[in-house]
């Protein structure tokens, strides 16, 4: 199994920035690809960004995704942060054709 632990979360003023960071653990040679979601209270679960092995990404708004193999972790870059930003950020990777989910990091962005 593969354990994903984020971090980075937390409050900020609006035109902010913040770097998330969601590092692997466990069985990481299935890993494929990484990403972020997001889910704001009321609001379902939405996607941000992906990073597959191959380096390629698809990237929501201002946000920009990165990956360190080396240090097996994947990195949300957020900058311009405005508080419709404000949700629970969630990792996540696809391991063995599986969906695996980190617990979360809170970012709350104050107007």
């Known amino acids: 199994q593969v354990q994903l632990v984020e971090s980075g979360g937390g409050l900020v003023q609006a035109g902010g920035s913040l770097r998330l960071s969601c590092a692997a653990s466990?069985?990481?040679?299935?890993?494929?690809?990484m990403g972020w979601y997001r889910q704001a209270p009321g609001k379902q679960r939405e996607l941000v960004a992906t990073?597959?092995?191959s380096g390629r990404t698809n990237v929501k708004g201002r946000f920009t995704i990165s990956r360190d193999n080396a240090k097996n972790t994947v990195y949300l870059q957020m900058n311009s942060l405005k508080p419709e930003d404000t949700a629970v950020y969630y990792c996540?990777?696809?391991?063995?054709?599986?969906?695996?989910w980190g617990q979360g990091t809170q970012v709350t962005v104050s107007s």
């Open positions: 996540n990777v696809n391991w063995l054709g599986q969906t695996i």
């Open positions: 466990g069985s990481i040679i299935g890993i494929n690809a």
């Open positions: 990073i597959a092995n």
